[in-house]
Nanobody, 116 residues
């Protein structure tokens, strides 16, 4: 079992930045990868970024490249999502995900609202 707790969301103006955090606990040793997803109202959940827990290599869908950076601190069991030059269309609930073998674990989500 893996527990995930996100933080760092909030209201930000267009062009601003936010850093999301996801603290993992439980069976950390069994995590293969961690990721950030987001879901806007009326839309499907979409992948923002993924990172290999052990080796640190990252993956971004083409639509997410350039403004989002995922990183991790294994000593703190924490994954980060740095978001720059935010746009109103980035408004969504952001969810942390952990892939443990073939099982997915999710956090409760943190809301990001980009508005002037």
């Amino acid at each position: 079992q893996v527990q995930l707790v996100e933080s760092g969301g909030g209201l930000v103006q267009p062009g601003g930045s936010l850093r999301l955090l996801c603290a993992a606990s439980g069976s950390i040793f069994s995590i293969n990868a961690m990721a950030w997803y987001r879901q806007a109202p009326g839309k499907e959940r979409e992948l923002v970024a993924r990172i290999n827990w052990h080796y640190g290599n990252t993956y971004y869908p083409d639509s997410m490249k350039g403004r989002f950076t995922i990183s991790r601190d294994n000593a703190k069991n924490t994954v980060y999502l740095q978001m720059n030059n935010l746009k109103p269309e980035d408004t969504a609930a952001y969810y942390c995900n952990a892939l443990v073998w073939s099982s997915n674990y999710w956090g409760q989500g943190t809301q990001v609202t980009v508005s002037s």
